[in-house]
């Protein structure tokens, strides 16, 4: 064996044992293996290597990495809108369901109506469904759609804020969902056309902010509900004359039979939306769309003109290659069905609703469109359905309609950043003060603590919040964050500030600073370069937990209501909300999602700390 | 002229219980080349003395008087930044215990490279050759490795050896030993001892010796002075004092029959000087070392004798100096 061995190996290694002997006994020269000097451990890589043998500390750093990751990434792809504010959207749940058509109605589709969260859908059997965040009050829930809906003989159905209405090929109007806001109350000429089927022809269903609107064939307009902020009423010399009509947030317009489009409402010309473009009032408009804000006409010609407050991109209408054959509003964009069955969609894209996909933009075999607020809805001709825009928030939303995924993700980097930044100026602070009194010591020494003691004795909540109060005032947002990162640096140096100290007066004893000093160096030197290092492995372990409890810290601040200010999110003031039991037991999204993430994030910091602590003093696990 | 001159040198220490005279009238010289070597128990003064130099002392410490002259200059009377120069470029100091004098964060590297970009001003890579110079004048063995060490992963004598390249990086001209070879086992010791005396040889540093160990001593110093509570008691060339003198202090006679000899006969037992070193605060009236002599008469209770230049070369703190007539009366 011993012979293949050493056929096996390269010459060029070893020498034969014989020719090794010869220079060991008769050269006197040893064989020093310069190619593999012994392998050299820096303090830092065994640190290193008892940390990673820790599994919490391990499990500690991933999740805090990930956290980090998320935070300063996320907001270049979340990103952050101060002003937003979604009337229609507050407290919506955690979901991903509004635009998800239940199983028994694909293919099947006979009617959809798309509301603000939700939808609601009728099977060619007549059957009618829901989806979609329905619940509008721990009573009201769209989901449950009454009997007599689910058995009458469905003409129409149509969707709004909070109620839904549907009507039966006998003329017979319902109304479910949310019914204290008048949304039920018929008007009397309403009733009488009912009772007497007398110009109660209906062709056109509407609903909208908790209003409704009816048209009769022969043009005569029927409008209910909530007249509180609608300009509900109609002119009486436009009724028996309307050909159709669109909900605005809080007006509506018309269509008249002539071909011309005219501003209905009782507010008349005081109303932005009653200056129509001129084209069209030449008698040639054939269909109206409204969003929020704007109306859109389109004429004979395939010409779309809008009007209105076009704030949100909606009349960036794209270039189209077809005639429209149908124009439907959302909140804040259109949709359009094209002659070659194309959709096109424009307008605000928040919520990904004015980005039809390529599937219904090219597919050329769209058969009817239907537009909700954020959502629409494509029939294709084969009986499927394709789908685009808001579809639910992972985290639901908060009292403004905002997102709480983007205001974690953005809250976390504010309040990681004040954090960051606290630590680093109060370490910076305690290590000179520190440094200072535990080198040199006597009347130093003296002077620096009872600075500390003074700073320490301070009540740090009670003072924060008066001076951040007294000076915060006087400043914008930006310039507070920065205040409250100083405010926490000066008062939270103390602890730093004795820990140096007590390590200085151990090291400055140790016989390497004597030796130092002996090689001339100078004291500043000594102090920040000679004794600072021997010290740091204790500060690193201390900056770490401080950077959870300055976090923990501004949280508590800004809860209060005195630290960053809204709408400017941190995951302290994300949970300001939940002060109150209706928040914490209906609406739990609201402070779940933020307390759980900050939770595990001052976890990880603390147990990266502990796991820091132990593996530079193995000692402190021999308990 | 000598090289470094102390000259009636006085440093006391405030404790609260009083002032601490650690060295009381201590004078000696270092002749260029030469070295001193300073024999004492613990506590005698030896590295107060050494420290006072430097004006390396504790913050209550304090040079009560006396002059320090150095090629010349006073050095007490120097401000702190004209004393910075001195330190590590003049006169450089070995410590005690090479485990706990390196910086234990800092490499080899850094540390060695410290003194030469301080009082030279090179960069750090030119700073990092001389380190590698360093290293092989004291005979480190592969430099390139253990330049990128850090202190605990080298031995105690290599330690030394670092601490020894650091000391003697800008080539000062005394070097100060603070008990250099105490804290070594014997034969890394012999090992030093051999390498301080052939870096003196190569470069002609001075050097004190600071140490216990009468052998040691023996070996490297040229002139001895022997130190008792805070004081000098006797001054002389190394040959006198091992050799058969006339003249001697009883400290210095005390010490000797202490430590074993080789022609001493193996059933006599090795005499101990009897009693203890005196409290500071409570220092004997007369002569300090009074109370533990044997031939202490009531004169040597009441008078304090001065160190006498006893023949050329000799001083000894005694009113009996002569160590054949002490004998005799004794």
Redesign the interface.
């Known amino acids: 064996m011993s012979k293949k061995m050493k056929n096996n190996t390269p010459k060029k290694k070893k020498r034969s044992t014989l020719a090794r002997w010869f220079r060991q006994t008769v050269l006197r020269k040893h064989d020093i293996d310069y190619d593999n000097p012994e392998v050299i451990e820096t303090p830092l890589k065994i640190v290193a290597q008892n940390f990673f043998a820790k599994k919490t500390a391990v499990f500690g750093v991933v999740v805090f990495l990930l956290i980090l990751l998320v935070v300063l990434i996320g907001p270049y792809f979340f990103k952050l809108n101060l002003g937003e504010h979604e009337q229609t959207l507050i407290h919506v749940p955690p979901s991903n369901n509004m635009m998800k058509i239940p199983k028994e109605m694909h293919g099947r589709i006979s009617d959809i109506a798309p509301g603000t969260t939700f939808g609601i859908g009728v099977d060619v059997d007549g059957k009618v469904y829901s989806w979609g965040h329905t619940r509008v009050t721990e009573r009201i829930d769209l989901k449950d759609i009454p009997d007599e809906v689910q058995e009458a003989d469905l003409k129409m159905i149509a969707a709004g804020m909070d109620h839904a209405v549907a009507l039966d090929t006998n003329g017979k109007l319902m109304v479910w969902g949310n019914t204290r806001r008048s949304q039920a109350r018929f008007t009397p000429d309403m009733e009488k056309a009912q009772k007497s089927g007398k110009n109660w022809n209906i062709v056109q269903l509407e609903a909208g902010m908790q209003v409704s609107a009816a048209l009769d064939e022969g043009g005569y307009l029927y409008l209910w509900g909530n007249r509180s902020n609608f300009d509900l009423g109609i002119k009486r010399e436009y009724q028996g004359n309307i050909a159709k009509i669109a909900f605005m947030a809080n007006e509506y317009i018309s269509l008249l039979k002539d071909g011309n489009v005219a501003y209905t409402g009782i507010k008349g010309k005081g109303s932005p939306f009653s200056k129509i473009p001129d084209e069209l009032l030449q008698g040639k408009t054939v269909d109206i769309a409204a969003t929020d804000r704007t109306c859109a006409g389109l004429t004979e010609d395939g010409k779309v003109y809008f009007w209105g407050r076009l704030e949100k991109g909606e009349n960036e209408m794209p270039e189209i290659d077809s005639k429209i054959v149908k124009i439907e509003g959302g909140r804040f964009h259109y949709s359009a069905l094209l002659e070659n069955g194309n959709v096109v969609s424009w307008g605000n894209n928040d919520y990904n609703q004015a980005k039809a996909p390529a599937q219904v933009t090219t597919g050329g075999n769209v058969k009817e469109l239907y537009v909700g607020n954020f959502q629409n809805y494509a029939i294709l001709e084969n009986g499927e359905h394709v789908t685009w825009g808001l579809s639910g928030f992972p985290l639901g939303t908060d009292n403004f309609g905002r997102d709480m995924l983007v205001r974690i993700i953005n809250g976390g980097r504010v309040t990681m950043l004040v954090g960051a930044i606290a630590v680093v100026i109060a370490t910076i602070i305690g290590v000179i003060l520190g440094g200072l009194a535990g080198y040199f010591g006597g009347t130093v020494d003296i002077v620096i603590m009872r600075i500390s003691e003074v700073v320490g004795g301070l009540p740090f909540i009670p003072f924060a919040m008066i001076l951040s109060a007294v000076i915060g005032s006087r400043l914008d947002p930006t310039q507070r964050m920065y205040l409250i990162m100083i405010v926490l640096g000066i008062l939270s140096w103390v602890g730093t500030c004795r820990l140096v100290r007590a390590q200085f007066f151990a090291q400055r004893e140790m016989e390497y600073v004597t030796a130092a000093k002996a090689m001339g160096i100078r004291e500043g030197a000594i102090i920040f370069r000679h004794i600072l290092p021997n010290v740091f492995s204790l500060l690193l372990v201390s900056m770490t937990l401080d950077f959870a409890t300055s976090m923990l810290t501004e949280s508590t601040l800004s809860y209060l209501g005195f630290g960053i200010p809204l709408p400017t999110p941190t995951w302290g003031n994300l949970l300001t909300g939940a002060n109150n039991s209706i928040i914490i037991q209906q609406y739990w999204w609201r402070w779940v999602f933020p307390a759980v993430i900050f939770g595990m994030c001052t976890i990880c910091i603390n147990l990266i700390g502990d796991g820091l602590r132990d593996a530079m003093d193995p000692k402190s696990t021999e308990r | 002229m000598s090289l470094l001159e102390v000259r009636d040198l006085n440093t006391f220490f405030r404790t609260k219980h009083g002032i601490v005279k650690a060295v009381n009238g201590v004078s000696y010289t270092v002749e260029a080349g030469k070295t001193l070597g300073i024999v004492g128990e613990s506590g005698s003064g030896k590295t107060v003395s050494a420290m006072s130099i ?1 004006q ?1 002392l504790d ?1 209550n410490g304090f040079i009560e008087s006396g002059s320090i002259k150095f090629d010349g200059r006073e050095l007490t009377t120097l401000t702190r930044r004209e ?7 003049d006169i ?2 070995i ?3 090479p485990m ?7 490499t080899v590297e850094r540390q060695v490279s ?2 030469f970009m ?2 030279q001003g090179l960069s750090k890579r030119e700073a990092a050759l001389r380190v590698l110079d360093m290293l092989r004048d004291v005979r480190i ?2 430099p ?2 253990v330049t ?3 202190p ?2 080298l031995s105690g004598g290599m330690r030394q050896r670092v ?1 020894i390249a ?1 000391a003697l990086a800008c080539r000062p001209r005394i070097l100060i030993a603070d008990e250099p070879s105490t804290a070594l086992d014997v034969t890394i010791q012999a090992q030093i001892l051999k390498l301080m005396n052939d870096l003196q040889e190569e470069k002609g540093t001075s050097i004190m010796f600071i140490t216990h160990d009468l052998g040691v001593v023996c070996q490297m110093a040229d002139d001895v002075a022997v130190m008792y509570c805070g004081q000098v008691v006797e001054m002389a060339p190394a040959r006198t004092i091992f050799g058969k003198p006339q003249f001697s202090h009883p400290y210095t006679e005390g010490l000797l029959f202490s430590i074993p000899r080789l022609d001493t006969p193996s059933d006599v037992r090795l005499e101990a000087i009897p009693g203890a070193v005196p409290h500071p605060l409570k220092l004997p009236d007369g002569c300090k070392f009074a109370p533990r002599c044997k031939y202490a008469t009531e004169r040597c209770k009441v008078e304090e004798p001065e160190l006498v230049e006893v023949q050329p070369g000799q001083g000894v703190r005694c009113f009996y100096p002569d160590l054949k007539e002490r004998r005799k009366d004794g």
């Open positions: 430097l390396l913050t004393m910075y120069e001195i330190r590590g470029n450089s100091v410590f005690q215990e706990t004098s390196l910086n234990p964060v800092f410290e003194p301080v009082h063995p592969n390139e490795v990128k060490q850090y605990h992963q601490m650091m």
